[in-house]
């Protein structure tokens, strides 16, 4: 079995910026494609960032492009989000997620077959 355990949400100003990380155990992290994922209340989640297993290959949303960054310690089984220029509409609930079975960063949730159980992400204006 995974587990995926995130950590670095919190409540930031507008305009500032956020790390969040996901530590992975239970199997081969260097395995899986890695992504983060995120839920607005009142909304579907919704697809943020991914990045393959040797993390040489990204994909973002284009409502976050320019600002975050997904990036990948295969040292230390984790993945990380560095979020800058937040804004009020990136609060939400943020997930990772572990995708083990394609060799290209996916943006639908249908490739992911492990998940963390979210931190908060809140943004005020």
């Known amino acids: 079995q995974v587990q995926l355990v995130e950590s670095g949400g919190g409540l930031v100003q507008a305009g500032g910026s956020l790390r969040l990380s996901c530590a992975v155990s239970?199997?081969?992290?260097?395995?899986?494609?890695m992504g983060w994922f995120r839920q607005a209340p009142g909304k579907k989640r919704e697809f943020v960032a991914a990045?393959?297993?040797?993390?040489?290959?990204?994909n973002y949303a284009d409502s976050v492009k320019g600002r975050f960054t997904i990036s990948r310690d295969n040292a230390k089984n984790t993945v990380y989000l560095q979020m800058n220029s937040l804004k009020p509409e990136d609060t939400a609930v943020y997930y990772c997620?572990?995708?083990?079975?394609?060799?290209?960063?996916?943006?639908?949730?249908?490739?992911?077959?492990?998940w963390g159980q979210g931190t908060q992400v809140t943004v005020s204006s």
């Open positions: 997620a572990a995708d083990p079975g394609t060799t290209t960063p996916q943006a639908p949730e249908v490739f992911y077959d492990y």
């Open positions: 990045i393959s297993w040797k993390g040489s290959s990204t």
């Open positions: 239970g199997r081969t992290f260097s395995n899986y494609n």
